[in-house]
């Protein structure tokens, strides 16, 4: 549900705030300090006065242009004219950072149709470890006829990383102006910033079952003189398989990253057209679950010399538990909805 923030009004244009989804997966952060970092960037003055000591000592570079998909890795893009081309994508890189400050005198578009967006090139969770791989089956033992030992489950694989342990940055994007290269009223109704908080990570896959182990061969029978004196011992039967480790559960979503413009009131209604996309990561999927082992070999029956007669060869062990289903359960909830705040302030007067 959005809901209109007015903390800070008449300086605050619009937030939007999404309804409270439980998240599972980590420990949330306490209620107290999100609320603090709620207030600090609903406003103004503490927004501006952030990015003024991120900016504090630098030099702004002349012009940047955006064209193509072109990769910043920069925390800070400080610049007197900020230019995109028709369908130029910029990457941030989100890395562990908790802000990047986009600050511009001029922001100019090019061309009269115009299409381009801001994305995070850096939104995954690293994948789940899967189950261990089972121990060795276990040696035949010498002959006495004793059936062999089952082999041991799978391990599980583990749980997959929540989106939340990736924290998207919060966007400051600091706008001067605004100009259309050919002329004319800009238009940004084409132009996205996507942070969508990122998908849980998948379930690591099960580890296999351990092969059983063999049945022992059957003690051999003697003979005296062409007379059984004593008889063979058939083999030993087949351990079962270990049973399949189960997949590990999906992760949960993480939060859509929130966004912060600064804009003065010449600016504010073409820089509420751009397309703010950040709604909370979806959840991962559960892991496969593993294979099941499969059962030892039967032990064969001992020699009959002579007249002796009798014994068999054990039979097989059977295949481990095979997976109820093919995959672990996925995550359990979706990351919450950013929040965009529209801060009407001349940050360069």
């Not at 994948?127 to 010498?142: D, I, M, V, W």
């Not at 820089?271 to 991962?284: A, E, Q, S, T, Y």
């Amino acid at each position: 549900m959005r809901r209109l923030n007015l903390s800070a009004f008449p300086l605050i244009a619009l937030a939007l705030l999404a309804a409270p989804v439980a998240l599972h997966a980590i420990e949330p952060e306490p209620a107290e300090a999100l609320a603090v970092a709620q207030e600090n960037e609903a406003n103004p003055q503490l927004a501006s006065a952030r990015v003024r000591q991120a900016i504090a000592g630098l030099p702004a570079n002349e012009i940047l242009s955006i064209s193509g998909v072109q990769r910043i890795d920069d925390q800070v893009i400080y610049v007197d004219t900020l230019r995109f081309d028709d369908g130029a994508t910029m990457q941030l890189l989100a890395g562990d950072r908790d802000a990047i400050y986009i600050v511009a005198r001029e922001v100019r578009l090019s061309g009269p149709n115009f299409k381009a967006r801001i994305e995070f090139r850096d939104r995954t969770v690293p994948n789940a470890e899967a189950g261990a791989a089972p121990p060795a089956r276990l040696a035949q033992l010498p002959r006495s006829g004793s059936d062999g030992a089952h082999g041991t489950a799978g391990q599980a694989g583990d749980p997959g990383k929540p989106g939340l342990i990736r924290k998207l940055p919060t966007i400051y994007f600091v706008v001067g102006k605004v100009r259309q290269s050919t002329g004319g009223e800009p238009d940004f109704s084409d132009w996205r910033i996507l942070a969508g908080g990122i998908d849980g990570g998948t379930g690591g896959t099960g580890g296999r079952g351990q092969l059983g182990q063999s049945g022992q061969d059957g003690r051999d029978g003697k003979a005296n003189m062409g007379i059984c004196s004593r008889g063979p011992r058939s083999g030993g039967n087949g351990g079962a398989g270990g049973a399949f480790g189960p997949g590990g559960i999906g992760g949960n979503g993480g939060n859509g990253g929130t966004v912060i413009f600064l804009v003065p009131e010449t600016t504010v209604d073409a820089i509420k057209d751009v397309r703010v996309r950040n709604l909370g990561g979806l959840p991962g999927i559960g892991g496969l679950n593993g294979a099941p082992g499969e059962g030892g070999g039967g032990g064969s029956r001992g020699s009959r010399p002579g007249s002796c007669g009798g014994a068999s060869n054990g039979s097989g062990g059977p295949l481990g538990a095979g997976p109820a289903s093919l995959r672990a359960p996925g995550g359990t909830a979706e990351g919450l909805r950013g929040r965009v705040y529209y801060h009407v302030i001349d940050f360069f007067a």
